[in-house]
């Protein structure tokens, strides 16, 4: 009797934690995910009246609402801004618990300088979009393909497709980079990555007082049993060995979320990948710190590989 009690307190233990891992790490209500993301911190307070600019500019430009659905059956939203017919499309991938149009202000500005029509995605379980999990790139990569299936079939086989992303989302972009992309996408922009999706969370994690050794078996039990997803089944690093386009990375030296070190995997294929970091520069905030090197990085990029 003894032994089976401790037996039922060992279960409750094991799924409880990992039930608790997948609440705090990966669940998604549905609630209040169209709100703006605020960001908070002494390191934003330079940037907060640009943020504020190129924020309202974008959410105020016309754009159509578009939908595709996942491969495994989620309604997938994105806004459309049309700029010319038969332009370059960049398609930009936010962050974990943000937005596109907090992502993506600063770069969207770019893109519409550049003459490029751009898609802005709500991934899986944010804004619009469907879902419950967020899984770090896991299962968003796969969006990723659909997307660009999605932008082949609307705007035609000629269409020249830049794969932009921004925190998880930047790693979103890396993780596809392996999967069998069309020819269309000739570039992939990611703005301060995570090396993998176990990696971030442990980060994440050790400012909490919960030892790694007891978060990395409960995040991967979450993930799996409640999430329905593996984890562990790829990351930015083992992906970019694989990739077929050229990548640019960007990160900015100060981030205090995503360590500038994580995205430093140009070894994985040093003939496809380059990196630029940004000195001073905060998690997402290098276009920011330094508008026009910004600029110039991405541009100079875009016309080896357009």
């Not at 998880?168 to 301060?192: F, H, Q, R, W, Y």
Request: charged share 20%; hydrophobic share 40%.
């Amino acid at each position: 009797m003894i032994l089976y009690i401790l037996l039922l307190i060992l279960l409750a233990v094991v799924f409880g934690g990992g039930y608790y891992a997948y609440r705090v790490a990966f669940f998604s209500p549905a609630n209040d995910r169209e709100k703006i993301p605020q960001t908070s911190g002494h390191q934003y307070d330079p940037y907060r009246a640009e943020m504020a600019r190129i924020y309202h500019q974008l959410n105020g430009r016309s754009c159509e609402f578009v939908t595709i659905t996942s491969h495994d059956g989620l309604i997938l939203s994105g806004r459309y801004y049309h700029v010319k017919d038969g332009a370059p499309l960049d398609i930009g991938f936010h962050g974990y618990r943000s937005s596109p149009l907090t992502d993506f202000s600063g770069g969207s500005e770019l893109s519409f300088q550049l003459g490029h029509n751009l898609l802005l995605i709500d991934q899986r379980a944010h804004g619009k979009s469907q879902g419950r999990t967020i899984t770090f790139g896991i299962l968003e990569r796969q969006d990723v393909l659909r997307w660009v299936e999605y932008a082949v079939h609307r705007f035609g086989p000629e269409t020249k497709i830049t794969l932009y992303g921004v925190s998880m989302g930047a790693s979103t972009v890396l993780m596809a980079s392996e999967l069998d992309l069309p020819k269309n996408v000739k570039a992939i922009v990611a703005d301060c990555p995570y090396s993998s999706p176990m990696e971030i969370i442990l980060h994440v994690a050790r400012r909490m007082p919960i030892p790694n050794f007891l978060v990395r078996p409960f995040v991967t039990l979450g993930a799996w049993i409640y999430g329905g997803f593996d984890i562990h089944e790829t990351d930015a690093a083992r992906a970019v060995k694989n990739a077929r386009v050229p990548i640019l990375i960007i990160h900015g030296e100060a981030d205090g979320f995503v360590p500038c070190e994580m995205s430093d995997i140009v070894s994985a294929n040093p003939t496809l990948v380059t990196r630029h970091t940004f000195p001073g520069a905060d998690h997402g905030i290098s276009y920011l710190a330094d508008t026009p090197r910004y600029h110039q990085v991405v541009t100079e990029f875009l016309e080896t590989v357009l």
